[in-house]
């Protein structure tokens, strides 16, 4: 039964196979004509070397078109493909061979030539293999998948490489109508339909291979480092015209026609090859802004120190950062830099101000709401505020010292009152949140003058007057010849900055000095004096440094006299001499020659100590002009022995000489062994910080004060307790610090916060 | 940002009149005097003898040390006061009293009541913190023992062992951290 069954199951079955073969014709017509077409198609698909590529050439096409028809009507194509594809594979190895072949080549010589010939040899292949496309769709699709997973899977490593370097170099041939002699373009790949284009084959023969697709993210890198090195080559270091545009103008010339056979190869008319290159040419524009950001996030410390001439740069840059984010990357490097080359103490703080100054003005540029500003000149900021000059250099510069060339100040720049930070104005209509990467602290300053900006480094202004004083003292008792015409103008312009009320002070103290210049004139007309003074009101000038010594002999007669007619003009004054800050003129009459001198007062006191006895010691001399330094009475002696007026002998005793030693002596005498005073410039008025440290001494006595009585406290108590002392306006961080001090003196005792004073 | 600390700090209210009743309107030119009498003080070094205001809001209230003169039987040992500036300071004398107690023949040991004649009828517009500081220091070395508030020590004062013992029993520091 089952055998019967199966016997008709059979039957069936090869009755329906036959029949579809047959194809309905009498006989095995039908048969022979399918074997036929079969043998004729496998023979004409056969995969056979390059070699004998002629055989090919003997089928009747049309004799090939009719067999795949046949085969095609009977359904027997699947078949036909899978024969096809086994065939293939058994023929795999010729193609090997030729890989094999060429990249040991290119291994050897590192020439992207011979990759391209191994990809115009490849596509040979590919075309002697490809099935005619009457087979249809789905076999030339299969045939393709398979020629190309194979010729991928024997690629070496190597291969990627030599094929970027053969991209690369397609810069250059797309630019020339005919290929370099090294492309050997084999004459079925010439095709005539573009002849300008030489690189035109070689892009064809990747496509057909799939290498396209399969290194696009390769082609795109060449692309990618084909425009940095452009940029690195042409923008690094040219800080005087703006990069940008010219760069994109590059772009539009060289890279897009360029573009054109990666990524638009298909297009048929303009407009399309346009919407095809817009996705990979933004990016490739997204690349050259981020490159060129880089580029200038690296150099931009020395663009700022290049500030004004490296404007251009500093617009590129701002173009740039809107398209990329490189915000957070510049100001770290920035800071950065700015850590490593300006803020240590081998740096100036003038040069540190300048390059501040320089970077307040290039930010502003780049970033007019002043976020990166913000982040950047923190740090910056606090160092200042640590650098114990700061203060002295920004008013030096406001007054223009004339030693430095470059003020900080733009001359250019109107002078305006300082700003104060500003609270905002929601009530603006014109009024814009702060921008998305403003830190919470960040406070929006209004773009104001850099004056203000830089007086905004501390908390208030009052150093800054305070300083101003001390410098406009300095200045003032240096000037000689009565032209006060300058500092008056530069107080002028202070007064705009800083108001009316806080110069007052200034104020006087210019009024002193032309005041004095007029009594001077009285006490002159009364009486004729060889001495000027200039009579300052102590309660407004900085504590000058005390000079405790006294006018000897003929010279405080003549202060005297000059104090007599003074009191007579202004009897509710009083004269209290400052005689160091002078200098005095003086013809030194001796039995043999007359020197004339013009020297600083102490030198003159000793002379004149002189004149009474021959012979003194330092210490006598010290002692009779009341307390100097010993360092200045030495000195002072010194001026006298290197005119020759004096000589020093043993055990510091100094001998006036009345006739001038012999020529001879002078030279054989041993030099002077007597240590070389250090001849500082003594600053005539006491600094902000002395005076501060003057202040804190006073602040100690209340702070041991209320330790004594009140016993341990914490430091915030004596914070608030020390508002009782006059002046204080010291930090609760700058008392901890003072505190410190005084733990180390071992003063005072600090446990859970309480400070006590240390009990012997 | 130290700016802002500060500010922030609320403002410190104008120091309170001790007494009530006081007239506010001369209360500016008393706190003045006490700034400077406090200033004075605190520059003028004298050894052994220091006050201060216990708090900053209020000057009228101050704490004051007083050590016991050398070569006394009070050498070594510190006492502690109160001083109680009245609103017409300097034309009243202010209100002292030891916190620590002392054994003294002028003071009463429990409440630290103080009988020295220019802080009752002698008092002067010219005394000073300073000078009142320096004449209860010298009292201690020299009691007035006419006029005892502490009959008993006024008695053992002329034999030194005992009173040194009694005074002894009675001390007790005021130890700095109660403060």
Redesign the interface.
């Known amino acids: 039964m089952a055998t019967e069954n199966l016997h008709r199951l059979v039957a069936a079955r090869w009755q329906n196979s036959f029949t579809r073969l047959n194809q309905g014709q009498p006989g095995i017509t039908g048969l022979l004509a399918f074997s036929e077409a079969w043998t004729l198609a496998t023979d004409f698909l056969h995969p056979c070397d390059l070699a004998d590529l002629e055989s090919r050439k003997r089928f009747d096409m049309n004799k090939v078109r009719s067999s795949t028809e046949i085969l095609s009507k009977s359904k027997m194509l699947p078949l036909l493909l899978e024969n096809f594809l086994e065939d293939m594979r058994k023929n795999q190895h010729l193609i090997t061979r030729d890989v094999e072949a060429f990249m040991a080549r290119y291994e050897e010589t590192a020439d992207p030539q011979y990759i391209s010939q191994l990809v115009f040899r490849l596509c040979e292949w590919y075309s002697a293999w490809c099935p005619i496309p009457e087979l249809g769709q789905t076999i030339l699709h299969a045939y393709m998948l398979n020629f190309q997973t194979h010729v991928f899977s024997v690629l070496p490593p190597s291969f990627s490489n030599g094929f970027k370097d053969l991209v690369s170099r397609t810069f250059d041939i797309s630019r020339s109508s005919t290929p370099p002699p090294w492309l050997n373009v084999p004459s079925v790949f010439q095709t005539p339909d573009n002849p300008s284009r030489a690189d035109y084959a070689l892009w064809a023969a990747f496509e057909q291979l799939g290498l396209l697709e399969r290194y696009e993210s390769l082609i795109s890198s060449v692309c990618y480092e084909y425009i940095e090195s452009h940029i690195l080559e042409t923008c690094t270091g040219k800080w005087d015209e703006q990069m940008l545009k010219p760069l994109r103008d590059w772009m539009t010339d060289n890279i897009v026609p360029w573009m054109l056979m990666p990524y638009a190869r298909g297009a048929k008319s303009a407009n399309e090859a346009r919407s095809m290159l817009q996705g990979v040419g933004s990016r490739f524009d997204f690349h050259v802004c981020k490159t060129l950001s880089d580029l200038r996030t690296r150099e931009i410390f020395d663009i700022i120190v290049d500030y004004p001439d490296s404007v251009p740069a500093l617009q590129d840059l701002k173009e740039c950062l809107q398209r990329v984010d490189q915000r957070a990357q510049l100001v770290q490097t920035l800071r950065k830099a700015n850590r490593k080359r300006l803020l240590h103490p081998g740096a100036d703080t003038k040069d540190i101000l300048t390059q501040y100054v320089s970077i307040i003005r290039c930010l502003r540029i780049v970033d007019p709401p002043g976020v990166l500003l913000f982040k950047v000149a923190d740090p910056i900021r606090k160092y200042l505020r640590e650098r114990s000059d700061t203060i002295r250099c920004i008013v030096a510069s406001l007054v223009g010292d004339g030693e430095s060339g470059d003020s900080l100040v733009d001359e250019n720049e109107p002078i305006q009152p300082l700003q104060q930070m500003q609270v905002e104005d929601y009530t603006d209509p014109s009024w814009e949140p702060e921008p998305i990467d403003a830190g919470p602290d960040f406070r929006t300053n209004k773009p104001s003058d850099v004056i203000s900006t830089l007086v905004s480094i501390y908390d208030s202004k009052d150093l800054f007057v305070k300083e101003l004083q001390v410098l406009l003292a300095q200045r003032l008792l240096a000037i000689t010849d009565g032209n006060f015409e300058r500092e008056r103008r530069n107080i002028e312009i202070l007064k705009i900055r800083f108001g009316e009320a806080a110069l007052q002070v200034c104020e006087v103290m210019l009024r002193d000095m032309t005041d004095s210049k007029r009594i001077d004139q009285h006490v002159q007309s009364q009486q004729d004096l060889p001495l000027q003074a200039t009579i300052i009101s102590r309660h407004f000038w900085p504590p000058l440094q005390a000079g405790n010594f006294v006018m000897p002999g003929q010279f405080k007669e003549i202060q005297d006299e000059y104090a007599k007619e003074f009191n007579a003009f202004k009897p509710d004054k009083k004269l209290r001499w400052l005689p160091h800050l002078g200098t005095i003129t003086l013809d030194v009459v001796l039995k043999d020659r007359t020197i004339n001198a013009c020297v600083p007062p102490l030198d003159a006191a000793f002379l004149e100590l002189f004149s009474t006895k021959d012979r003194w010691t330092v210490d006598e001399l010290i002692a009779a002009v009341g307390s100097v330094d010993r360092t200045a009475a030495l000195k002072a002696l010194s001026t006298w022995v290197d005119i020759g007026i004096l000589k020093e002998e043993e055990d510091n005793q100094y001998r006036l000489l009345e006739v001038a030693e012999a020529e001879s002596d002078i030279v054989h005498k041993p030099p002077p062994t007597r240590p070389v005073p250090a001849a500082e410039e003594v600053p005539t008025a006491l600094t902000v910080q002395q005076q501060q440290a003057e202040q804190m001494r006073v602040f100690w006595k209340f702070i041991e004060g209320m330790l004594t009585n009140l016993g341990a406290l914490s430091l915030d108590r004596i914070q608030t307790m020390l508002k009782i002392a006059p002046n204080y306006n010291r930090t609760i961080e700058q008392l901890a610090a003072f505190m410190e001090a005084a733990r180390r003196e071992g003063l005072v005792t600090v446990k859970d916060g309480m400070w006590k004073l240390n009990r012997q | 940002?130290?700016?802002l600390?500060?500010s922030l700090a609320p403002p410190?209210n104008a120091p309170k009149p001790a007494v009530a009743g006081a007239h506010s309107e001369s209360a500016g030119s008393v706190t003045k005097r006490l700034?400077n009498e406090?200033?004075s003080?605190?520059?003028s070094?004298s050894p052994g003898i220091?006050?201060?205001?216990?708090?900053?809001a209020n000057?009228f209230e101050?704490?004051?040390?007083i050590e016991g003169p050398a070569g006394t039987v009070y050498a070594g040992l510190t006492f502690?006061i109160s001083i109680s500036f009245p609103s017409n300071y300097p034309y009243a004398a202010p209100t002292i009293k030891f916190d620590t107690p002392c054994y003294h023949p002028n003071v009463d040991i429990t409440v630290g009541a103080i009988c020295l004649d220019i802080l009752q009828d002698k008092w002067s517009a010219v005394y000073s913190v300073q000078t009142i500081l320096l004449s209860l220091q010298s009292l201690l070395g020299e009691p007035n023992n006419a006029s005892p508030l502490n009959p008993d020590a006024a008695n053992v004062w002329d034999s030194p062992e005992e009173f040194k013992q009694q005074l002894l029993k009675h001390y007790r520091p005021i130890?700095?951290?109660?403060?």
């Open positions: 940002m130290e700016q600390t500060t410190r700034g406090l200033m003080l605190m520059m070094s220091s006050a201060f205001p216990k708090s900053d000057l101050w704490a004051g040390t502690k130890d700095d951290t109660s403060a």
